[in-house]
């Protein structure tokens, strides 16, 4: 099943994945992330049985949150916090 999914942090060897909206948290081994991957990166991940078949990075999907995220800080340094 492909689904979406956000790095959220590693710890040692492991990459902490959010799947999904309801950000689900599932521990993957490092090396099966696609090479690149950080935190914050959005993933387009293929699972079975909470295990990666296959991942790849959504750069659009990264691109927009990212976006959004400094979108939403510009608003609030010019103090404009009714959004």
Known sequence: ????????????????????DEERRID?????LPRGAREGHWLRVELCCDQIVGAEID???TRRVRERISDKLERLRRG???R
């Open 28 to 32: 993957v081994p490092r090396k099966d």
């Open 59 to 61: 750069e659009q999907e």
């Open 1 to 20: 099943m492909l689904e979406k999914a956000v790095i959220d942090r590693f710890e040692e060897g492991w990459a902490v994945l959010l799947v999904g």
């Open 80 to 82: 404009d916090h009714r």
